[in-house]
């Protein structure tokens, strides 16, 4: 796995991260208010009863630990099966939501371990597959990230540290990197486009990632801003969400999960696309928003046009990445490993003031 050393002066680190807020605040706007439920500014504590043996409490003993709820926790926690996870961890704040599940602050009360709990509701159309060193069938989402999170592990991708099954759905334990926000949360708090320099750091990073994912035959399908995770300490990323993934496989896909933005061109043609060259195709479509500040397609015959506009003043080496990941012919973008090779990212930093 390659090693990132970068070589940026503190005045540079301090340019790169001055301007970085901490996005806790708008946590309100984005949970459930579907059902008439009085939403807290912060925590509510709910007492499991079913825990609480009359006999055994005292008030004059210490008060006893009682795990901490966010309200649209409640619906997944009252499930009996959900037990041995709360024995184990407590919960707290949503983080985030996505059309394949929730996550939430997590702490393991062993040893104060700050995590992150994604909870994914079951369907009737769940996958569940065999993996190799597993006797027996886990859910799609668990098995392509216990094959990325068996060692060596990638530091480029978030880890599962174990995960729950419960009648009326999954969950997943994750490590949680702190600090943190999404790259496209990065990217609003740079005024909508990142430097080449911090792009290229986080550039390269994603690539590696996208290779180590292709070596563990996981092929996640949805790489974007939204789903990586950047840590504004050690400009370190991780890549996240591996709810749109699938086994790598080297014949063609006819079936697509993920984000129309983010669709190839030959899926649009033919109905179906390959690993590989969807891969690439989409950090391409990743490597322009974040130093373009906006998608290159914003509908299908763009997309099979395939017309850029690049910002004034971006590089000509980091256009030409961009162009040969966006070639409408599949076979002539270039490999993995060709990508993290380009010249882009072996140009000296001064070549980029």
């Not at 605040?25 to 709910?46: G, N, R």
């Not at 008030?59 to 795990?67: G, I, K």
């Not at 499930?79 to 997590?106: K, T, W």
């Not at 099954?165 to 969950?171: A, D, H, I, R």
């Amino acid at each position: 796995m390659l090693d990132l050393v970068w070589e940026v002066d503190s005045q540079s680190q301090d340019s790169l991260t001055a301007e970085m807020p901490v996005f806790t605040e708008l946590q309100a706007e984005i949970w459930d208010l579907s059902e008439d439920i009085p939403i807290p500014e912060k925590f509510t504590t709910y007492v499991n009863t079913q825990e609480i043996q009359s006999e055994d409490w005292d008030v004059e003993d210490e008060v006893q630990e009682m795990p901490t709820f966010h309200p649209s926790c409640l619906e997944f926690l009252t499930d009996p099966e959900a037990q041995r996870f709360l024995d184990l961890y407590s919960i707290g704040n949503l983080l985030g939501s996505g059309g394949f599940g929730s996550v939430y602050e997590g702490v393991c009360k062993k040893d104060g371990q700050q995590v992150a709990i994604k909870y994914v509701p079951k369907d009737g159309a769940d996958l569940y597959i065999t993996v190799p060193g597993e006797t027996c069938k886990l859910h799609l989402e668990v098995a392509l990230m216990q094959m990325l999170s068996k060692p060596p592990h990638c530091q480029y991708v978030l880890q599962l540290l174990e995960w729950f099954e419960m009648s009326n759905g999954l969950l997943l334990v994750l490590e949680r990197p702190i600090p943190c926000m999404d790259v496209y949360e990065l990217c609003l708090s740079q005024q909508g486009i990142l430097d080449e320099l911090l792009a290229k750091i986080i550039m390269l990073q994603v690539v590696e990632a996208a290779r180590y994912c292709q070596s563990r035959k996981v092929f996640h399908r949805d790489i974007k801003a939204e789903n990586i995770l950047f840590n504004r300490d050690t400009l370190d990323i991780k890549l996240i969400d591996f709810g749109c993934g699938d086994l790598w496989q080297d014949t063609p896909y006819v079936e697509y999960a993920g984000t129309p933005d983010f669709w190839p061109p030959e899926w649009i043609q033919q109905q179906e696309y390959y690993a590989d060259h969807a891969t690439v195709w989409s950090l391409g479509i990743f490597l322009f928003s974040i130093v373009c500040g906006e998608m290159p397609f914003s509908n299908e015959e763009e997309i099979v046009a395939g017309t850029l506009n690049f910002t004034p003043g971006l590089s000509e080496s980091c256009c030409h990445l961009i162009k040969w990941c966006l070639e409408q012919d599949p076979t002539k973008r270039p490999s993995l490993k060709q990508i993290s090779e380009h010249e882009w990212f072996t140009e000296s930093l001064s070549d980029d003031e």
